[in-house]
């Protein structure tokens, strides 16, 4: 009933900047915390960022200063904007969002993205 939408990726020299978007659509009734993750070839996938409800933002070392998580919960949507990009930061870049979904019976779940490409190159 719920699936998440990634866009945004793309590729870009180092200093460049990305936004990536996230859409949750189907039965969507409030999305709660949300969240950024990427992974590298042959690296475990990693947390980026996240917004957890009643705290806020918080980012990994490795990307604090270049990088804000927002939402816009009218549109369901998480963004990720990545600024001063490195090669460093080339990954698959997912989202995840802890939805609340249903039109009567109301259900919670977590879900991922699919995934979208950041690729950075001199």
């Known amino acids: 009933q719920v699936q998440l939408v990634q866009s945004g990726g793309g590729l870009v020299q180092p200093g460049g900047s990305l936004r990536l978007s996230c859409v949750a659509s189907?039965?969507?009734?409030?999305?709660?915390?949300v969240g950024w993750y990427r992974q590298s070839p042959g690296k475990q996938r990693e947390l980026v960022a996240r917004i957890t409800v009643g705290a806020g933002a918080d980012y990994e070392d490795y990307v604090k200063g270049r990088c804000t998580i927002s939402r816009d919960n009218a549109k369901n949507t998480i963004y990720l904007q990545l600024d001063n990009l490195k090669p460093e930061d080339t990954a698959v870049y997912y989202c995840?969002?802890?939805?609340?979904?249903?039109?009567?019976?109301?259900?919670?779940?977590?879900?991922w993205g699919p995934g979208t490409q950041v690729t950075v190159f001199s």
């Open positions: 995840i969002a802890d939805i609340e979904y249903g039109t009567g019976f109301m259900q919670r779940q977590t879900y």
């Open positions: 189907g039965t969507v009734f409030r999305m709660h915390d």
